[in-house]
Each structure stands twice: as structure tokens, then as C-alpha cells.
């Protein structure tokens, strides 16, 4: 059974950085569909970033280019580069994977991830 575990949230000011990591033990294949999530208190889970089994990445318009998705296939890890970071991305944020895709098809819907972690918490100070 596949499980993913989210690290490197924490508590930054509004301008800083942050390096999100997410590794998959178990039976995962490598290059599978992943993607990040975040959901922000009071508010529903949205898309961030993803990425697809064949290293097509997207993210959500609005985030204006501050956050880049990438992974390692040998070492089963994605990540996520978060720069400038504001207030606004306080959230938790969860990494999440699928069983196959379709060639450049980056899935933004959680729906069609059906392999969650636990979040990892990310607390943006004004």
C-alpha cells in the first residue's frame, strides 16, 4: 500500500521561502501523476501544482509563477519550491498521487488523486 509524507511546512515571514517535500513509500510507480494541494481554514482543498507522468508541469494561475513543481522518480519524491511567499498561502498542504495518466495531462481536480498524505502545515506571518 502506497504512502505519502508530507515535510517542510513551518512558520515563515511574508517575502520568505519554503522547499515542501513529499515522499512515497510502498508500491508507486515512478513517473505516476502527483500533485500539490492546499487547503486554507474555512475554505475548500485547491489545486497548487501537479505534475504529469510524463514531466509536464502546471499550477494554478493564480499563484503568478511562485511556486514550482518537480520531482525525483528514483528517490519517489515531489516537491514544491514556494517563493514570495504571502499571508494568503497559510494553508495546509497535501501531496497527493494517481495510478496512471494520459500523456501531458496534468490532473487539477482532487477527485482524480485517490493517494492523500497527512498535509503539512504552512503559516505565512504579514
Known amino acids: 500500500q502506497v504512502q505519502l509524507l508530507e515535510s517542510g511546512g513551518g512558520l515563515v515571514q511574508a517575502g520568505d521561502s519554503l522547499r515542501l517535500s513529499c515522499v512515497a513509500s510502498?508500491?508507486?510507480?515512478?513517473?505516476?501523476?502527483m500533485a500539490w494541494f492546499r487547503q486554507a481554514p474555512g475554505k475548500e482543498r485547491e489545486f497548487v501544482a501537479g505534475?504529469?507522468?510524463?514531466?509536464?508541469?502546471g499550477d494554478a494561475g493564480s499563484l503568478k509563477g511562485r511556486f514550482t513543481i518537480s520531482r525525483d522518480n528514483g528517490k519517489n519524491s515531489l516537491f514544491l519550491e514556494m517563493n514570495s511567499l504571502e499571508p494568503e498561502d497559510t494553508a495546509v498542504y497535501y501531496c497527493?498521487?494517481?495510478?496512471?495518466?494520459?500523456?501531458?495531462?496534468?490532473?487539477?481536480?482532487?477527485?482524480?488523486?485517490?493517494?492523500w498524505g497527512q498535509g503539512t502545515q504552512v503559516t505565512v506571518s504579514s
Open positions: 497527493a498521487a494517481r495510478r496512471g495518466g494520459s500523456f501531458r495531462v496534468v490532473y487539477i481536480r482532487d477527485y482524480d488523486y485517490a493517494i
Open positions: 510502498g508500491r508507486i510507480i515512478g513517473g505516476d501523476p
Open positions: 505534475i504529469s507522468y510524463d514531466g509536464v508541469t
